[in-house]
């Protein structure tokens, strides 16, 4: 069994990286990081995702540009001088990865479980209501996952969906198998920024939950 302690702390340390060193991902690792990723659960087990790993310098700066002319299209069709200039701000969170050693990019299919077939026929609310989120939480534990394992292996990641800016540019590039679309993008590599020592900002337990 795995030592408890090590793996809260293992959870609580893990913090977003966003600057990384040059060096390259070993593919081994990465396929480690995918083998966690892979044992993640998931809605009827529909294991609903599929990653496309970038690890050529070159993929990665096109897609950053992809993402990049994205945003500036979208902020020189705002007509306000202050929504352009708030929005702008945040362009720097969607495209920092232009220097990261490897993407994966996370893909999702619509929840197609017997289950959700039944729900959709004889009480199509409900089976909306539960296949919407079905995949879209089966592929956040699996990012999760992913996460996890590469910060155990002495790798800093960050989840990104701003990049979804791009979604179809995106999508062209990776090309994924048909049905699937693109969630997020997480950014792996050695961390070249050390975070803060103390446990970042979170709401208190007090403040998120309660017993019945
Ligand atoms: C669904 C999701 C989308 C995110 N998108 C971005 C993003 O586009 N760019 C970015 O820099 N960080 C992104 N993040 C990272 C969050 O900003 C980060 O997790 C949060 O600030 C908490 O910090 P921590 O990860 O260091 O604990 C995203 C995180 C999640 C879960």
């Known amino acids: 069994m795995v030592d408890a302690d090590g ?26 990081m995918l083998e966690c990723a892979r044992f993640a659960p998931s809605a009827s087990n529909t294991q609903p995702w599929y990653f496309v790993v970038a690890d050529d310098p070159a993929d990665v700066v096109a897609m950053a540009d992809a993402v990049a002319a994205a945003v500036e299209k979208v902020v020189a069709g705002i007509d306000s001088a202050r929504g352009k200039k708030e929005l702008d701000a945040y362009a720097g969170y969607f495209t920092f990865f232009r220097d990261a050693p490897a993407i994966i990019a996370v893909f999702m299919t619509p929840y197609r479980a017997l289950l959700g077939r039944l729900l959709k026929r004889y009480t199509p609310a409900v089976g909306e209501l539960i296949g919407t989120h079905a995949s879209e939480q089966s592929v956040a534990a699996a990012i999760e996952n992913l996460m996890l394992a590469a910060h155990a292996l002495g790798y800093g990641s960050v989840w990104m969906t701003g990049p979804l800016f791009a979604k179809e540019e995106l999508e062209g590039m990776f090309a994924p198998p048909d049905g699937y679309e693109l969630a997020a993008l997480v950014a792996v590599g050695r961390p070249a920024e050390t975070p803060p020592d103390e446990l970042p900002d979170r709401k208190g337990l007090e403040e998120i939950m309660r017993y019945l």
């Open 7 to 32: 793996f809260l702390r293992l959870i609580k340390t893990r913090r977003s990286v966003r600057k990384f060193e040059p060096d390259t991902v070993p593919r081994e690792d990465i396929e480690k």
